[in-house]
């Protein structure tokens, strides 16, 4: 059944999620989007408080200090002159003022107009406060005071005022501008808010896109890498990364269940053969024993086969790497030349080894050697006679190469390519024992390394080059992602 | 020698138990790891062929870790079908002296339970190796052939010691990879002939009687006498 029919409801399913309302309230990206329409009101606000206090209240608290000087110079005037010093004081001064924007009234005890620009004492100012608002027919123009009326010495009252006439205009106008300014804040916050919610949504889709395909089944799906180099291409290369590996291992598995499927099927075939044969055929106890042993054989070959094969799924799948410690390669490579001359020199060939001492590594000592032995075994295997095989090993740019070549028949371009293969044998390797697993394993050793392993032609004969990490490679990633996201709020706090 | 078989499979344990006894031992088999670990416990043995998974709710690893306890050293050989790394670690920290996996040849098996047994004796350290008119002394590092002086590179020397700490035994190509040259894997080639054969060529070929023989779908063995 095809994933892809699987994939649709999922899908669906998450279409129909983002639509009903309480979803909505819980989605962090709404959430998001009303957080910054919330910053951006409460900014707005704050400024128009802002603009209102240091406009109009600026204006209203003007004159009430030059009302308060005002009264406070009449009150000194009346006891240095008394009431003549405080006529001759708002005579002064309503001469003086050429806006006309200012009425003084000084009343006796019974209300009566001593001296003013006032006709009269105003009917309706309550008499439990001391500051009002009045209005006035100046001259047919309807004028609004601001005024402040006291008390004086010798029961006369006093009444100060001044035109605010120009504060309420720009009261109202101010007024209106801010309630202009609320609508747009209002339009422009919801805009905001949902364009921050887009734009989140938006980043995050592409990641919950992927990962909903890929859990589907589809793992050839990868999350899109913007290119700006910040944070959320950090995290989709880590994220790829991680499905990188996740298809690396499916596609081992798949391989490894074909390979048993196709592979071992010849040597079992093989094996049943025989001992059937024998069963039926077999004349002497001894034809009969001898059919039995090749048959055990046969077994001991396959058993062979699995066992490589686990072994090289445990190497990739990891779980050896806390056998990884410092070790130097050096005597251990040589161990391994050492055992191998014996061989090479049974069969006239000559192993020349240059390996570099001391060789400090870290990994796990039994694979690197396992590998290592691996391309020794090949370069034996391919070598012709009176043959050299060269094996060096030394540090280079932080890493560890081994190299091996043989002056064997060497292996095609295309062949090369699947070398690491499983079960992959070459044209030339038909004929020869082995199961096609030697690479694999040198390849998967290599890789829990943080290495590689790269054939080439070493005209003639085979170059197989196998290099290590000095340090595991997962165990970096993850720390050089930490140390990013930690470094990069700083350029943007400087700029 | 008196050896325990702690194995629930009817057949590996038919096959091992047969095997032994035909190899010279006396063996008690159970297939139980609660019975294994009474019988372990009360009786005398020389040697422990434990298997992993037990019924009976003790398994192989708490038998031994409970044997262990108990200040039992006998020597304790597994033989699981768990195959990884870190299982043949796990058994061997538990205290198990040796550890093979199934599916096994039993000539390994033997040669390997029989090596633990005379892994048990002896505590004392030995300066001296002797097989007929061969000799090794441990502290110069010399070997000696009939008054002869036989000179032997390092690896042919300790090569020579494991055959002749196991004389009369059967070593075989693994035990040489893993006591010798401390490697737990199979190479393709057949590296262990080859200086197995060097050897020979140093201790054997210029006298008249041959003391390392090879033994048959085995491995190899050092013995003076011929049979």
Same mark, same amino acid.
């Given at each position: 059944?095809?994933?892809?029919?699987?994939?649709?409801?999922?899908?669906?399913?998450?279409?129909?999620?983002?639509?009903?309302?309480?979803?909505?309230?819980?989605?962090?990206?709404?959430?998001?989007?009303?957080?910054?329409?919330?910053?951006?009101?409460?900014?707005?606000?704050?400024?128009?408080?802002?603009?209102?206090?240091?406009?109009?209240?600026?204006?209203?608290?003007?004159?009430?200090?030059?009302?308060?000087?005002?009264?406070?110079?009449?009150?000194?005037?009346?006891?240095?002159?008394?009431?003549?010093?405080?006529?001759?004081?708002?005579?002064?001064?309503?001469?003086?003022?050429?806006?006309?924007?200012?009425?003084?009234?000084?009343?006796?005890?019974?209300?009566?107009?001593?001296?003013?620009?006032?006709?009269?004492?105003?009917?309706?100012?309550?008499?439990?406060?001391?500051?009002?608002?009045?209005?006035?027919?100046?001259?047919?123009?309807?004028?609004?005071?601001?005024?402040?009326?006291?008390?004086?010495?010798?029961?006369?009252?006093?009444?100060?005022?001044?035109?605010?006439?120009?504060?309420?205009?720009?009261?109202?106008?101010?007024?209106?501008?801010?309630?202009?300014?609320?609508?747009?804040?209002?339009?422009?916050?919801?805009?905001?808010?949902?364009?921050?919610?887009?734009?989140?949504?938006?980043?995050?889709?592409?990641?919950?896109?992927?990962?909903?395909?890929?859990?589907?089944?589809?793992?050839?799906?990868?999350?899109?890498?913007?290119?700006?180099?910040?944070?959320?291409?950090?995290?989709?290369?880590?994220?790829?990364?991680?499905?990188?590996?996740?298809?690396?291992?499916?596609?081992?598995?798949?391989?490894?269940?074909?390979?048993?499927?196709?592979?071992?099927?010849?040597?079992?075939?093989?094996?049943?053969?025989?001992?059937?044969?024998?069963?039926?055929?077999?004349?002497?106890?001894?034809?009969?024993?001898?059919?039995?042993?090749?048959?055990?054989?046969?077994?001991?070959?396959?058993?062979?086969?699995?066992?490589?094969?686990?072994?090289?799924?445990?190497?990739?799948?990891?779980?050896?790497?806390?056998?990884?410690?410092?070790?130097?390669?050096?005597?251990?490579?040589?161990?391994?030349?050492?055992?191998?001359?014996?061989?090479?020199?049974?069969?006239?060939?000559?192993?020349?080894?240059?390996?570099?001492?001391?060789?400090?590594?870290?990994?796990?000592?039994?694979?690197?050697?396992?590998?290592?032995?691996?391309?020794?075994?090949?370069?034996?295997?391919?070598?012709?006679?009176?043959?050299?095989?060269?094996?060096?090993?030394?540090?280079?740019?932080?890493?560890?190469?081994?190299?091996?070549?043989?002056?064997?028949?060497?292996?095609?371009?295309?062949?090369?390519?699947?070398?690491?293969?499983?079960?992959?044998?070459?044209?030339?390797?038909?004929?020869?024992?082995?199961?096609?697993?030697?690479?694999?394993?040198?390849?998967?050793?290599?890789?829990?390394?943080?290495?590689?392993?790269?054939?080439?032609?070493?005209?003639?004969?085979?170059?197989?080059?196998?290099?290590?990490?000095?340090?595991?490679?997962?165990?970096?990633?993850?720390?050089?992602?930490?140390?990013?996201?930690?470094?990069?709020?700083?350029?943007?706090?400087?700029? | 020698?008196?050896?325990?078989?702690?194995?629930?499979?009817?057949?590996?344990?038919?096959?091992?138990?047969?095997?032994?006894?035909?190899?010279?031992?006396?063996?008690?088999?159970?297939?139980?790891?609660?019975?294994?670990?009474?019988?372990?416990?009360?009786?005398?043995?020389?040697?422990?062929?434990?298997?992993?998974?037990?019924?009976?709710?003790?398994?192989?690893?708490?038998?031994?870790?409970?044997?262990?306890?108990?200040?039992?050293?006998?020597?304790?050989?597994?033989?699981?079908?768990?195959?990884?790394? *870190?299982?043949?670690?796990?058994?061997? &920290?538990? !205290? /198990?002296?040796?550890?093979?996996?199934? %599916?096994?040849? =039993?000539?390994? $098996?033997?040669?390997?339970?029989?090596?633990?047994?005379?892994?048990?004796?002896?505590?004392?350290?030995?300066?001296?190796?002797?097989?007929?008119?061969?000799?090794? *002394?441990?502290?110069?590092?010399?070997? &000696?052939? !009939? /008054?002869?002086?036989?000179?032997?590179? %390092?690896?042919? =020397?300790?090569? $020579?010691?494991?055959?002749?700490?196991?004389?009369?035994?059967?070593?075989?190509?693994?035990?040489?990879?893993?006591?010798?040259?401390?490697?737990?894997?199979?190479?393709?080639?057949?590296?262990?002939?080859?200086?197995?054969?060097?050897?020979?060529?140093?201790?054997?070929?210029?006298?008249?009687?041959? $003391?390392?023989?090879?033994?048959?779908?085995?491995?190899?063995?050092?013995?003076?006498?011929?049979?």
């Amino acid at each position: 059944m095809s994933d892809v029919a699987h994939a649709e409801p999922v899908i669906g399913q998450a279409a129909t999620r983002r639509l009903t309302a309480p979803r909505l309230l819980k989605s962090a990206g709404f959430r998001f989007g009303v957080i910054y329409a919330a910053l951006f009101g409460i900014s707005a606000a704050a400024l128009a408080a802002f603009l209102w206090w240091s406009t109009a209240g600026l204006l209203e608290r003007q004159t009430v200090a030059a009302i308060d000087t005002d009264s406070d110079a009449m009150v000194t005037v009346f006891l240095a002159g008394g009431v003549g010093g405080v006529r001759e004081a708002i005579r002064d001064r309503v001469t003086g003022n050429i806006d006309d924007d200012a009425v003084y009234l000084l009343v006796d005890q019974h209300y009566r107009p001593v001296e003013g620009n006032l006709n009269a004492w105003p009917q309706h100012l309550p008499m439990d406060e001391d500051w009002g608002e009045l209005k006035l027919d100046r001259a047919g123009v309807p004028a609004l005071m601001q005024v402040h009326y006291f008390d004086m010495p010798g029961d006369y009252h006093m009444l100060i005022g001044r035109d605010v006439a120009v504060r309420s205009q720009l009261g109202r106008l101010m007024t209106g501008a801010l309630l202009w300014a609320a609508a747009i804040a209002l339009v422009l916050g919801s805009v905001g808010a949902w364009a921050v919610r887009g734009l989140f949504r938006a980043t995050i889709a592409d990641v919950s896109a992927t990962a909903m395909a890929v859990s589907a089944g589809d793992l050839s799906r990868r999350v899109t890498v913007a290119g700006a180099d910040d944070e959320f291409d950090l995290l989709a290369e880590t994220i790829n990364d991680m499905l990188d590996r996740i298809t690396r291992l499916m596609d081992g598995v798949s391989q490894v269940s074909n390979a048993i499927a196709h592979d071992l099927r010849t040597p079992i075939t093989r094996a049943r053969a025989r001992l059937e044969d024998a069963a039926t055929h077999a004349g002497t106890a001894e034809v009969l024993k001898a059919a039995i042993e090749r048959g055990i054989a046969d077994l001991d070959g396959i058993v062979g086969i699995f066992q490589a094969l686990l072994r090289i799924s445990e190497i990739e799948a990891g779980a050896r790497r806390s056998a990884f410690a410092p070790i130097d390669l050096g005597p251990v490579l040589s161990d391994l030349v050492e055992l191998y001359d014996a061989v090479a020199e049974e069969r006239g060939l000559r192993l020349v080894a240059d390996i570099a001492t001391p060789l400090p590594a870290f990994g796990d000592r039994d694979m690197i050697q396992q590998a290592v032995a691996n391309l020794l075994d090949n370069a034996l295997k391919f070598s012709p006679d009176g043959g050299e095989i060269h094996l060096s090993a030394h540090e280079s740019a932080g890493r560890l190469v081994i190299r091996v070549t043989d002056q064997g028949p060497g292996m095609p371009e295309e062949d090369m390519k699947r070398a690491t293969e499983r079960f992959f044998r070459g044209e030339t390797a038909r004929n020869t024992p082995g199961s096609g697993l030697g690479l694999s394993l040198v390849q998967a050793v290599a890789q829990l390394h943080g290495g590689d392993i790269e054939l080439s032609d070493a005209h003639p004969g085979l170059d197989a080059l196998l290099t290590l990490g000095l340090r595991p490679a997962s165990a970096a990633r993850p720390a050089l992602l930490a140390a990013a996201l930690r470094a990069k709020p700083q350029p943007a706090s400087r700029s | 020698m008196r050896i325990l078989v702690v194995e629930d499979d009817k057949d590996v344990a038919g096959f091992v138990v047969k095997g032994l006894r035909e190899a010279g031992h006396v063996v008690e088999h159970t297939g139980n790891g609660r019975d294994g670990l009474f019988m372990a416990a009360s009786e005398n043995f020389d040697a422990i062929v434990l298997d992993r998974m037990l019924p009976g709710g003790v398994d192989g690893l708490r038998l031994l870790e409970t044997l262990r306890g108990q200040n039992n050293h006998t020597p304790v050989m597994f033989l699981s079908a768990m195959a990884q790394v *870190d299982d043949r670690v796990k058994g061997l &920290k538990a !205290g /198990g002296d040796d550890y093979m996996t199934k %599916p096994f040849a =039993f000539a390994e $098996l033997l040669a390997r339970v029989e090596a633990l047994t005379r892994r048990g004796k002896g505590d004392a350290p030995t300066t001296k190796l002797v097989a007929a008119d061969l000799e090794m *002394d441990l502290l110069s590092r010399s070997v &000696k052939r !009939g /008054g002869q002086k036989i000179d032997l590179q %390092p690896r042919e =020397f300790r090569l $020579l010691e494991f055959l002749m700490r196991h004389a009369g035994q059967v070593v075989t190509r693994t035990m040489l990879l893993e006591g010798v040259w401390d490697y737990h894997f199979d190479p393709q080639t057949n590296v262990i002939d080859v200086h197995v054969s060097r050897l020979r060529q140093k201790v054997d070929k210029p006298f008249p009687q041959a $003391l390392i023989h090879t033994v048959r779908n085995a491995g190899y063995m050092l013995r003076a006498e011929e049979v």
